[in-house]
């Protein structure tokens, strides 16, 4: 499996997963628990983000 970063939308905080055998990644950032849901399109050669903010939730 590939590691994938990325920076939290939301709160800015780094955050890692792992890239499955069909390109896609799921990411929960550990400070603000959004859900962050990368898919790789070879075809179109371009990454969809998919982005779920949690507020308020403390
Ligand atoms: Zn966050």
């Known amino acids: ?3 994938v970063a990325l920076f939290c939308p939301n709160c800015g905080h780094k955050v890692v997963g792992y890239q499955d055998e069909d390109g896609a990644v799921r990411l929960i950032c550990d ?3 959004s859900v962050m849901f990368s898919k790789f399109h070879p075809k179109k050669c ?3 983000i998919k982005v779920q903010v949690r507020h ?3």
């Open 46 to 48: 371009e990454v969809a």
């Open 56 to 58: 308020g939730e403390n």
């Open 1 to 3: 499996m590939k590691p």
């Open 31 to 33: 400070r603000c628990k």
